[in-house]
């Protein structure tokens, strides 16, 4: 029996309601995200060698594998064989996708020979996720639209159109670490790609194209996290309206490709027509880019550059506190010889998502509201304490916030622990993750330092200095 005879054998099969499939398929998707993410995370990751995407190449290809037994119990294995066109000619209808990814690939390619295993790790990640979100989203749900709605003019732009929304929608789950703005755009973005892969997809019928297109395309943006030379800045940004209708303006861009398809979505496109509407597309999407870029970073404050703090021989020093108990005495000697002894007492802890710094002499406490708090800590010094906590805000913004408590100006008043609360510096950086302090064995120098998942350690060198640690 041959793929087509297949699908008409499916057709004539009872059908779940679509609305309900539809339902069906948010639900699995976003349980199988969380309960693996769960039940797997704790039990794999404490016990790998970490590098940059370890842990989601395995979360990926867990999702992977769970994919491919979807499309296998479901009877959608043609999914893997169907080829309306071989893969080299295919190629054609991702015109846009492959000369944008170029260009991304062109401007990241310093990062090759700095991260070779970090390239690898990437590369893997994102053809797991190209193979998953494919399998699941066009093999799939594209297919069961399909054969409910018939290959009309009609029914494949319900069909296109309608999985290319679920696709978007799923992405609403990033809520909770990006922040409604950012989730949004991120969910509009995902539409535009969902359905421009559909179609891609629904004229080559080759599960293999839309794979490497996504892969690819993702691959290229990723190279981006490792080039940790970036901008941090005392302002925090946010998505400002102008950005939010620019970012929609830049998925609407791809979707110019789409173009040559409207007409009739049976006739076959020339190849000359498809590189056209690219080069447009093309265009549109860098015009817009720029655009993006001079409205985002539109500061007022000071930006500081990220650069490298060099240190061979170094210790890590990581705890994983609840409290953290600030006990200092400070002895005052008068003209006339006489002595005055002042006990300073201070407890840094977490209530609900809130940090509450305590006078333990006094009872007083003021609180640190904070949208995602990561890690805080209460870490001392020669001759000071640093008071600091790592967050992701409700933009999605990875923040460190810091502030001395020096040992000379304790104080039991309470308009002192208003100032420290007052006057916290706030830096952005690039991925959130647990405070530490890096010791040099060298100069006998610490620094407080946040150690990332996809960075290493950013480095507090001193309040206009943030670092990447360049381990030699």
């Known amino acids: 029996m041959n793929n087509e005879n297949q699908i008409e054998t499916k057709n004539n099969k009872g059908r779940m309601n679509i609305f309900l499939f539809s339902l069906l398929m948010l639900v699995v998707f976003v349980a199988t995200f969380y309960l693996i993410h769960i039940y797997f995370s704790s039990a794999i990751y404490a016990n790998i060698i970490s590098n940059i995407f370890t842990e989601e190449i395995i979360f990926e290809a867990i999702l992977a594998l769970l994919a491919f037994i979807i499309l296998l119990f479901w009877n959608n294995s043609y999914v893997f064989t169907q080829k309306r066109e071989k893969f080299i000619s295919t190629l054609k209808y991702g015109f846009f996708h492959l000369i944008i990814s170029f260009l991304f690939l062109i401007s990241n390619i310093n990062v090759f020979m700095d991260n070779l295993p970090g390239v690898f790790n990437i590369a893997l990640y994102t053809l797991l996720i190209g193979l998953y979100e494919e399998f699941l989203l066009r093999g799939w749900l594209l297919n069961e639209f399909l054969e409910r709605y018939g290959n009309t003019k009609k029914g494949v732009w319900i069909s296109i159109i309608t999985s290319g929304v679920i696709f ?271 010791h040099d064995k060298k100069t006998q120098n610490d620094y407080l330092s946040v150690k990332t998942r996809n960075y290493g350690y950013f480095v507090l060198v001193d309040d206009n200095h943030v670092a990447i640690l360049n381990r030699d």
């Open 168 to 438: 978007g929608l799923v992405h609403f789950i990033n809520i909770s670490t990006s922040g409604f703005a950012n989730t949004f755009t991120q969910v509009f973005n995902a539409i535009s790609i969902g359905i421009t892969l559909g179609f891609i997809y629904y004229k080559t019928k080759n599960i293999w194209t839309v794979v490497f297109l996504h892969a690819f395309w993702d691959f290229t943006l990723f190279l981006g996290y490792l080039a940790p030379i970036t901008e941090v800045s005392s302002n925090l940004s946010s998505l400002s309206p102008i950005s939010i209708i620019l970012s929609i303006l830049l998925a609407l861009s791809q979707l110019i490709i789409l173009i040559p398809f409207i007409k009739n979505i049976d006739e076959e496109v020339k190849k000359s027509k498809l590189v056209k509407y690219s080069i447009f597309a093309v265009i549109a999407y860098f015009v817009l880019l720029s655009l993006i870029g001079i409205s985002s970073n539109d500061f007022e404050n000071e930006i500081y550059k990220i650069d490298n703090i060099s240190i061979k021989e170094y210790a890590i020093l990581e705890d994983n506190y609840e409290s953290y108990d600030l006990i200092e005495e400070n002895i005052i000697v008068d003209e006339d010889g006489n002595d005055t002894r002042n006990t300073f007492s201070f407890s840094l802890s977490k209530e609900n998502n809130s940090l509450v710094l305590k006078n333990n002499s006094t009872n007083d406490m003021i609180l640190f509201d904070c949208e995602t708090l990561i890690d805080y800590s209460l870490y001392e010094f020669e001759n000071y304490y640093i008071l600091s906590y790592v967050e992701v805000d409700n933009s999605g913004n990875n923040i460190l916030k810091y502030n001395y408590l020096y040992k000379s100006e304790l104080s039991n008043d309470k308009d002192y622990m208003n100032n420290i609360k007052d006057s916290m510096k706030s830096y952005l950086i690039s991925d959130y993750g647990n405070l530490c302090i890096i």
